[in-house]
C-alpha cells in the first residue's frame, strides 16, 4: 500500500486493518486503508448477508455457497420452447412417424433443429432449476453447475490460483454479453453465466474473501 501523500510504499507493520488506520512513517500522513485500497478483497462486504437465492454454510473446515440461477427468462422460453421445439421437430419428425414413413432428406434437414432444442431446453430447465454451488476447504474447491445431480464439476487449487475477476463472456452466436466469474493461475475457470447481477456479485466477492483469508 502506497501512502495517499507521498506515495511511499507504507510498512505493513504501520497498517491496521481492524482499526482501518495506517500511518506513512515518511511524511506522518495517517489515513484510512478502506479508503487506500484499490484491491477490492478487503472492502466491506458482508458475506454472512447473502441475497436472496443464494446461501452461505460455513462448517468448520469446508464453506458452501448455494446460489440459484433461477429466472424471470423462464416465462419467456419454455413457452417458446414448446412452439418451436414442437412445431420444428413435430412438423420433421411427428409427420413421418404419423405417416409410417421416413425420409431422410427431411430427417437430416431437423438435426440442427435437435441441437438447437438440447441447447435451449437446457438453459430453459437451468432458468427453472439451475444452480451453482461452491464447496469450498483450505486447499481448494469444486464448483458444480447444473441441475439435481446433472451437470457439470469445476475444480481448483488455491495454491494454483492467481486472480478471482468478473469478466465479460462473449458468445459466438449472440451480440450481448454476460458476465462470467473467472478464477485464473495455473489454469483458467469460468462459471456463473446464468447468475442474476446480485448473485454473482456476491459469489465473486464471497469467493475473494474466501481467497484473501486462505492466502494469509
Ligand atoms: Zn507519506
Known amino acids: 500500500m502506497k501512502c495517499p501523500k507521498c506515495s511511499t510504499t507504507v510498512l505493513t507493520e504501520n497498517i491496521n486493518i ?14 484510512k486503508v ?23 454454510k460455513r462448517d468448520v473446515d469446508t464453506t458452501v455457497i448455494s446460489a440459484t440461477t433461477r429466472s424471470a427468462l423462464a416465462f419467456f422460453l ?24 421416413f425420409n431422410i432428406f427431411m430427417s437430416l434437414f431437423g438435426i440442427p433443429f435437435i441441437a438447437g ?23 481448494g474447491g469444486k464448483i458444480f453447475t447444473g441441475i439435481g445431480k446433472i451437470g457439470i464439476t469445476q475444480h481448483f487449487m488455491w495454491s494454483e490460483v ?3 475477476s468478473e469478466q465479460a463472456n462473449y458468445s459466438r452466436s449472440s451480440r450481448n ?14 462459471f456463473g453465466s446464468g447468475l442474476s447481477d446480485d448473485r454473482r456479485y456476491y459469489v465473486l466477492h464471497a469467493l475473494k474473501k474466501i481467497y484473501g483469508q486462505v492466502k494469509r
Not at 481492524?18 to 489515513?31: L, N, R
Not at 478502506?34 to 443464494?54: C, H, M, Q, R, W
Request: with cysteine; net charge negative.
Open 18 to 31: 481492524q482499526a482501518d488506520i495506517a500511518k506513512c512513517t515518511h511524511c506522518g500522513e495517517v489515513f
Open 34 to 56: 478502506s479508503e487506500n485500497l484499490t484491491d477490492d478483497t478487503y472492502k466491506a462486504f458482508d458475506i454472512n448477508t447473502p441475497p436472496s437465492g443464494v446461501s452461505f
Open 117 to 139: 432444442s438440447v441447447l435451449f431446453w437446457s438453459i430453459a430447465l437451468m432458468a427453472i432449476f439451475g444452480k451453482v454451488v461452491l464447496t469450498i476447504d483450505r486447499q
Open 78 to 101: 419454455v413457452p417458446f420452447m414448446l412452439v418451436w421445439s414442437g412445431g420444428s421437430l413435430g412438423g420433421i419428425y411427428g409427420s413421418q412417424i404419423l405417416q409410417g414413413e
Open 177 to 190: 454479453s454476460s458476465s462470467v466469474i473467472a478464477i485464473e493461475g495455473k489454469k483458467r475457470i469460468t
Open 162 to 164: 492467481s486472480s478471482i
